[in-house]
């Protein structure tokens, strides 16, 4: 026979309680049942714990082990605690790979909602472009990916919004002071800093306009970095630049129904864990498309 935990337990609370009595009303059990469980102890190994039948005097052996057991208890309480912890969601973390426009735009509220309701539970958080965000979705190194991505055979995607696009300008660039919409032929004469998601737009009437682009800088930052400095104006989705702010300017393009779909993936639901499974939940019940679609224009 195998020392049990509830040997364990049973010996650390006689020598707590001074006796079988109190240790019974501890345990909820009898206290024939707690003589029993130390009286198996006892046989396995091979040597009495208590000095007398009082149980009120621990033997040398009985010392050391009661230290030991103690720390065992303890260490069985905590890792329990944590296992329970995980599987409710208040302990663990996530890791998100988010495109920047949705990371500075879309998910600070999320996040800092989530983390108020599992204060235990840790985000961590990275912004990349949305090839980026699948490799790190495929190589399991991201829970929860959000950007514009097509559908990946064994994970679950769900569409989280749209978003239309515009040119993005300094405030003092002619384009700035223009009134609602702007078309092709009014950017076809200044110079276009093309990104990855100008290949979403596929009328005709732009192809001669991002084949003159002599720029291309993929990340979002820098390229609003270049814009800024005046290096020339670029189109994104309206979330990159949801504030006009910074001495930046959108016009929404009036010739295109191109928009830039953001879907979020992640692990078949049974395959994450409880922590990333609790922040999906909160992401897609965030009411995202209601609250894009009250952005300025």
């Known amino acids: 026979m195998s020392i049990k935990i509830d040997m364990l337990r049973c010996f650390v609370a006689v020598c707590d309680h001074g006796g079988l009595a109190g240790a019974a009303e501890a345990l909820g059990r009898t206290p024939s049942a707690v003589s029993m469980m130390l009286k198996q102890f006892e046989e396995h190994l091979a040597a009495p714990l208590f000095e007398g039948a009082r149980k009120s005097r621990l033997t040398p052996?009985?010392?050391?082990?009661?230290?030991?057991?103690?720390?065992?208890?303890?260490?069985?309480?905590?890792?329990?605690?944590?296992?329970?912890?995980?599987?409710?969601?208040?302990?663990?973390?996530?890791?998100?790979?988010?495109?920047?426009?949705?990371?500075?735009?879309?998910?600070?509220?999320?996040?800092?909602?989530?983390?108020?309701?599992?204060?235990?539970v840790r985000v961590d958080l990275r912004d990349m472009n949305s090839a980026s965000v699948q490799h790190e979705l495929e190589r399991e190194r991201a829970d929860i990916g959000v950007a514009t991505l097509g559908p990946m055979p064994g994970f679950d995607r769900r569409k989280l919004?749209?978003?239309?696009?515009?040119?993005?300008?300094?405030?003092?660039?002619?384009?700035?002071?223009?009134?609602?919409?702007?078309?092709?032929?009014?950017?076809?004469?200044?110079?276009?800093?093309?990104?990855?998601?100008?290949?979403?737009?596929?009328?005709?009437?732009?192809?001669?306009?991002?084949?003159?682009?002599?720029?291309?800088?993929?990340?979002?930052?820098?390229?609003?970095?270049?814009?800024?400095?005046?290096?020339?104006?670029?189109?994104?989705?309206?979330l990159a630049v949801l504030e006009e702010r910074d001495g930046l300017v959108f016009r929404p393009l009036a010739e295109t129904s191109a928009q830039r779909d953001v879907h979020v993936v992640s692990q078949p639901l049974q395959n994450l864990a409880p922590a990333a499974?609790?922040?999906?939940?909160?992401?897609?019940?965030?009411?995202?498309?209601?609250?894009?679609?009250?952005?300025?224009?």
């Open 61 to 120: 052996l009985g010392q050391m082990i009661h230290a030991e057991a103690q720390r065992e208890l303890d260490h069985f309480a905590r890792t329990v605690a944590m296992i329970e912890g995980h599987s409710r969601a208040e302990l663990g973390f996530v890791r998100l790979a988010v495109t920047p426009s949705v990371a500075t735009a879309v998910l600070p509220s999320v996040i800092r909602s989530f983390m108020a309701d599992h204060p235990k």
């Open 161 to 238: 919004f749209s978003d239309g696009f515009g040119i993005v300008c300094r405030s003092d660039h002619p384009l700035a002071g223009a009134r609602g919409s702007v078309g092709w032929a009014d950017i076809a004469g200044f110079d276009l800093i093309a990104n990855g998601l100008c290949e979403l737009i596929r009328e005709e009437a732009f192809a001669p306009i991002l084949a003159a682009s002599r720029l291309s800088v993929p990340n979002t930052a820098s390229l609003l970095g270049f814009v800024r400095a005046g290096a020339g104006i670029t189109i994104l989705p309206r």
């Open 277 to 297: 499974r609790a922040f999906l939940a909160a992401l897609l019940d965030a009411g995202l498309p209601g609250y894009l679609d009250r952005r300025p224009t």
